[in-house]
């Protein structure tokens, strides 16, 4: 497991002013705007990752992964692509212990793959009012992971560090705000 | 320096856009070019056009690549300048971001949207998503797509 860790390094100052409290924001947004979740609803487990067929495995009404093909674009950056695929199957795991809170009418756009520069993947998912953003960088310890929204949903930013060791729970909360907001 | 309250970012690629026409953040990602020499105020450029006059639309939407098909064939981005000052403003862009006006011979609506280079990869990809999400009012589709 330890080898898939993303490396903790925030960045100091400039950058994250906007941003430094967002483990507040999105817990403030979540206990506030969500009174029809209760937080133990939504289910995390820790546990091994399994990289293996992280697509096939979903179900078609929240397959959000349905798009993801990492190396249509003919790039090949091994470290990049392993971790992206980590990244899948624990989003994928995020979504089958969770299915019972995706309520049928809730569209889920596809997650959307774009290698940026060769060098790293921009994995978005994008709503009308918001978008959510990992980055998943050559240089490991620069991913990062974003949440912005429009005027209708009070124009709000949040970022941070990708790391992997928080990585279940991060997409616990990103999907309660998407099915939320979406 | 006197600007409209528009600008045009052309979508050269279908990814840039997405099913819903919601745009991609790639569209406003700021690429380093090996090609292109660097800027003395250590700024990366994305080219743009200015919403002077409806020329601006015909220009854009009329400009052919080397191989003389359409330049913008997937259409173009409308963006609004006050959401984009709005944003220069924010402290994560801190004013890193800005504009400029730079006319060429074939385009006298040409300019630039501006970012450091000392930006980092990670936040220059917030940048582009806050930009993609604040301002933009709508895609255009290219007319001049037969496609």
Same mark, same amino acid.
């Given at each position: 497991? @330890?080898?898939?860790?993303?490396?903790?390094?925030?960045?100091?100052?400039?950058?994250?002013?906007?941003?430094?409290?967002?483990?507040?924001?999105?817990?403030?947004?979540?206990?506030?705007?969500?009174?029809? $979740?209760?937080?133990?609803? $939504?289910?995390?487990?820790?546990?091994?990752?399994?990289?293996?067929?992280?697509?096939?495995?979903?179900?078609?009404?929240?397959?959000?992964?349905?798009?993801?093909?990492?190396?249509?674009?003919?790039?090949?950056?091994?470290?990049?692509?392993?971790?992206?695929?980590?990244?899948?199957?624990? $989003?994928?795991?995020?979504?089958?212990?969770?299915?019972?809170?995706?309520?049928? @009418?809730?569209?889920?756009?596809?997650?959307?793959?774009?290698?940026?520069?060769?060098?790293?993947?921009?994995?978005?998912?994008?709503?009308?009012?918001?978008?959510?953003?990992?980055?998943?960088?050559?240089?490991?310890?620069?991913?990062?992971?974003?949440?912005? @929204?429009?005027?209708?949903?009070?124009?709000?930013?949040?970022?941070?560090?990708?790391?992997?060791?928080?990585?279940?729970?991060?997409?616990?909360?990103?999907?309660?705000?998407?099915?939320?907001?979406? | 320096?006197?600007?409209?309250?528009?600008?045009?970012? /052309?979508?050269?690629?279908?990814?840039? +856009?997405?099913?819903?026409?919601?745009?991609?953040? =790639?569209?406003?990602?700021?690429?380093?070019?090996?090609?292109?020499?660097?800027?003395?105020?250590?700024? +990366?450029?994305?080219?743009?056009?200015?919403?002077?006059?409806? /020329?601006?639309?015909?220009?854009?939407?009329?400009?052919?690549?080397?191989?003389?098909?359409?330049?913008?064939?997937? /259409?173009?981005?409308?963006?609004?300048?006050?959401?984009?000052?709005? =944003?220069?403003?924010? !402290?994560?862009?801190?004013?890193?971001?800005?504009?400029?006006?730079?006319?060429?011979?074939? !385009?006298?609506?040409? /300019?630039?949207?501006?970012?450091?280079?000392?930006?980092?990869?990670?936040?220059?990809?917030?940048?582009?998503?806050?930009?993609?999400?604040?301002?933009?009012?709508? +895609?255009?589709?290219?007319?001049?797509?037969?496609?």
């Amino acid at each position: 497991m @330890s080898e898939y860790q993303f490396e903790h390094d925030v960045e100091p100052g400039l950058y994250v002013q906007e941003d430094c409290d967002s483990n507040t924001i999105y817990k403030s947004l979540l206990s506030e705007n969500y009174p029809e $979740f209760e937080n133990d609803s $939504f289910v995390t487990a820790a546990g091994p990752v399994d990289t293996t067929d992280y697509i096939k495995m979903l179900p078609n009404e929240f397959n959000i992964l349905r798009n993801a093909d990492i190396a249509k674009d003919g790039i090949r950056n091994n470290s990049v692509i392993k971790h992206v695929e980590i990244f899948l199957s624990v $989003f994928q795991r995020v979504l089958l212990n969770n299915r019972n809170m995706i309520d049928d @009418s809730v569209y889920l756009p596809p997650l959307k793959f774009k290698w940026i520069d060769g060098e790293s993947i921009l994995i978005e998912w994008v709503f009308k009012d918001f978008r959510i953003g990992f980055t998943i960088e050559s240089n490991i310890n620069e991913s990062g992971w974003y949440l912005v @929204s429009n005027e209708n949903l009070g124009e709000f930013s949040v970022s941070d560090n990708l790391y992997i060791s928080d990585l279940e729970s991060l997409l616990v909360n990103l999907l309660r705000f998407v099915l939320g907001h979406a | 320096m006197s600007y409209p309250t528009e600008l045009l970012r /052309g979508i050269t690629a279908k990814d840039q +856009i997405d099913d819903d026409e919601f745009p991609s953040s =790639v569209l406003f990602y700021f690429t380093e070019r090996d090609n292109l020499p660097k800027r003395s105020d250590n700024n +990366i450029e994305e080219s743009i056009n200015w919403r002077d006059d409806a /020329g601006a639309d015909d220009v854009l939407f009329n400009q052919l690549k080397e191989d003389k098909q359409l330049q913008f064939r997937f /259409g173009a981005a409308v963006v609004c300048r006050h959401e984009l000052d709005r =944003v220069i403003q924010t !402290n994560v862009v801190n004013h890193q971001l800005s504009y400029e006006r730079k006319a060429i011979p074939e !385009n006298k609506y040409h /300019g630039n949207l501006l970012l450091s280079r000392d930006v980092p990869p990670r936040v220059r990809k917030k940048i582009s998503a806050t930009i993609a999400t604040m301002c933009v009012k709508k +895609i255009m589709p290219n007319p001049n797509n037969q496609l």
